[in-house]
């Protein structure tokens, strides 16, 4: 699933807050970057688009040459250098892009513009660690940017770090309550964790806000069609264990398969059940104990 909007692109003299579109192409859409029967869930990624019209080279050299000249005329100026690495990256000049967008931080250390759009270019790089560290850099200097927390926490989903992609969601929800990307990408961590009813509760969420919004309503499909899988496998566990209620394994069966599908409530009280039937078992002390701690932290 995907996480976009916030402002990304390149961010110029304010953030973009409501573009939902994909840094690495400004004409494709997140419906058609998302391919869930050939790809894992990824988050929508929430960044604005590049300044490009791919069909008038002229304009981009044109801004390249106004952007030079800005600096020219106010070298001291952060904007202008900001302005100038958004023409150099536009053209693909990535290096000199990220110089302007140094020499806009060393003019003003706290120029968020400029963190953000080195974010931007670190991760098109591959240079992850760099991203991570220039959005944090981004959150500190104004913990109300929401896309840079959508961004950094779709690094963390991509990375397997779901607990601090998860943060980074909830995250950019206090930056904006009504952020429906950021409600869809929480929906698609908790269905990447089997988390289904919270991941439903996301996706309403995430629809509440914007209606029109397809894929939410495409992965809460998906999310109750496993919920009703389970549930038909969970009521037939049941019904064994109600013919035999002193059979741990069948219980053990049943704890598992709320475990492993995120009804971490159920397994915890299942589990329970196990440990008062044997409480020599320490191991299953242990699950429990875990177990809360995830329900704890989600």
Do not use: W
């Not at 590049?50 to 030079?68: P, R, S």
């Not at 991760?123 to 940017?145: C, H, L, P, R, V």
């Not at 049941?238 to 995120?262: Q, W």
């Amino acid at each position: 699933m995907a996480v976009m909007g916030s402002g990304s692109g390149d961010a110029k003299k304010k953030p973009v807050q409501k573009k939902i579109s994909d840094t690495s192409s400004s004409k494709k859409t997140a419906s058609e970057k998302l391919k869930l029967k050939n790809s894992p869930i990824k988050p929508i990624k929430k960044v604005a688009p590049k300044i490009v019209n791919q069909h008038q080279t002229d304009a981009l050299d044109h801004a390249l040459e106004e952007a030079k000249n800005q600096v020219r005329e106010s070298p001291k100026d952060p904007y202008a250098r900001n302005m100038l690495g958004v023409a150099y990256r536009n053209k693909g000049m990535t290096d000199k892009s990220i110089e302007q967008y140094q020499k806009a931080i060393d003019l003003e250390p706290n120029f968020i513009l400029a963190h953000y759009n080195m974010a931007i270019i670190y991760k098109e790089q591959g240079k992850i660690e760099e991203a991570i560290s220039a959005y944090i850099k981004t959150t500190k200097i104004d913990n109300s940017f929401g896309g840079a927390f959508i961004n950094l926490g779709n690094i963390y989903f991509s990375q397997g770090k779901t607990d601090q992609a998860m943060k980074a969601y909830k995250n950019a929800i206090k930056a904006d309550p009504k952020d429906a990307i950021a409600y869809k990408n929480i929906g698609v961590a908790y269905l990447s964790m089997n988390r289904l009813d919270k991941s439903i509760e996301a996706f309403e969420d995430a629809i509440k806000h914007e209606p029109s919004d397809q894929e939410s309503q495409k992965y809460m499909g998906i999310a109750h069609r496993k919920r009703m899988k389970l549930r038909s496998e969970i009521k037939d566990l049941y019904e064994s264990i109600t013919n035999n209620p002193a059979d741990l394994n069948l219980r053990t069966s049943l704890a598992e398969i709320y475990h492993k599908t995120g009804f971490l409530e159920n397994a915890i009280g299942e589990y329970q059940v196990i440990f008062d039937m044997s409480p020599d078992n320490k191991n299953i002390e242990n699950i429990i104990e875990n177990i809360q701690k995830e329900l704890d932290e989600y």
